[in-house]
């Protein structure tokens, strides 16, 4: 399995902008579609966005469309998500997840076998 970390989380004020960074160890992610997923206090896991392995299809949710973007780099084994007009509904730990390439499902958690620890995203209003 693929081990992540992410990073770039932080305190931020609605409006402001955040780029999260997740690092893959253990393997090449170059053959995994790779996905960002957030969980609020209190709520359960959601879907943010996801990147085929290739990199030439993206997905997001509703709620982010527009305003996130998400991004790779194989050559260098990362995945970003970029984070713009950042409101308080946006507040929660961001997790990077991978999975084997599968071309459907992005949006399905329980796809993804290999996780990150999450980074921490807090927006005031």
């Known amino acids: 399995q693929v081990q992540l970390i992410e990073s770039g989380g932080g305190l931020v004020q609605a409006g402001d902008s955040l780029k999260l960074s997740c690092a893959a160890s253990g393997r090449s992610i170059s053959s995994h579609d790779m996905g960002w997923f957030r969980q609020a206090p209190g709520k359960e896991r959601a879907f943010v966005a996801a990147?085929?392995?290739?990199?030439?299809?993206?997905y997001y949710s509703d709620d982010v469309k527009g305003r996130f973007t998400i991004s790779r780099e194989n050559a260098k084994n990362q995945v970003y998500l970029q984070m713009n007009s950042l409101n308080v509904e946006d507040t929660a730990k961001y997790y990077c997840?991978?999975?084997?390439?599968?071309?459907?499902?992005?949006?399905?958690?329980?796809?993804?076998?290999?996780w990150g620890q999450g980074t921490q995203v807090t927006v005031s209003s």
């Open positions: 997840a991978a999975r084997p390439l599968a071309f459907r499902s992005y949006s399905s958690g329980s796809t993804y076998p290999s």
């Open positions: 990147i085929s392995w290739s990199g030439d299809r993206t």
